[in-house]
């Protein structure tokens, strides 16, 4: 299979068909959903699983399902040694987490969990772009990002807390993993209920960094999805 070296030249010269090309992207299905549950199942353990190791474990598990999920959506996860790659780190780094133990290695897998969301955010970013209109797909994607956007800040309290020498909330403690995401989604939605705040400058910083993000992607990408696609629809005979 040979795709075009520049899209819609008819005379340009062809190149062999590679794993995650436009060509392999822009034929993907972009069906968002998946993602969407995915991180929706991710959201709702978090919130009800306890923060002990065998949890931390399974969070792992699902930010690799989820990443995985948004590869082959895409198109990008067409070449089966990543996804190969990513389901041994995953089982690796689970089994570690759930034999060893221990902060350090919780702040680390953390640390992991925020590196594999960020991925995939880049990954729906990039199937969005591919969309090349708007449409429900590239609404939908943009919606995963923005819940992305909570639990990466999730895993970034959490890294924090696990790795500081201090509590993290001014309240005197570090806060279980359901409380940090609680926390997380609050200030990226600008609640703002005061019942948690963070102790220090850096979670002062971390704070303020998500509800803007928040705010300026809602007010942006997603507004502007959401208005072009309703004035697609009323301009439809």
């Not at 803007?212 to 997603?222: A, D, E, P, S």
């Amino acid at each position: 299979m040979y795709e075009r070296g520049v899209e819609g030249s008819a005379s340009s010269t062809p190149t062999p068909w590679r794993p995650g090309s436009r060509l392999a992207r822009l034929r993907a299905s972009h069906s968002f959903g998946v993602v969407a549950v995915m991180i929706m199942v991710t959201f709702v353990f978090t919130s009800a699983a306890p923060s002990e190791s065998w949890a931390k474990s399974v969070l792992v598990l699902l930010q690799c399902s989820t990443l995985i999920l948004a590869l082959w959506t895409t198109g990008l996860g067409r070449d089966r040694r990543a996804i190969v790659a990513l389901v041994a780190i995953g089982l690796a780094v689970a089994v570690v987490q759930l034999l060893v133990g221990g902060t350090t290695l919780a702040g680390l897998v953390e640390i992991l969990n925020l590196v594999l969301v960020v991925a995939t955010i880049a990954v729906i970013g990039l199937g969005v772009v591919d969309q090349g209109a708007v449409n429900r797909q590239s609404v939908t994607g943009a919606v995963c990002v923005y819940l992305l956007l909570g639990i990466g800040f999730t895993f970034i309290y959490a890294a924090v807390a696990a790795l500081g020498s201090g509590t993290f909330f001014a309240q005197g403690t570090d806060g279980t993993t359901s409380l940090q995401l609680y926390f997380s989604y609050v200030t990226l939605a600008t609640l703002g209920y005061g019942d948690y705040t963070p102790a220090t400058t850096l979670g002062h910083t971390l704070a303020v960094t998500e509800a803007l993000l928040g705010q300026l992607y809602l007010v942006t990408v997603v507004a502007v999805l959401v208005g072009n696609l309703s004035h697609q629809r009323a301009q439809r005979p």
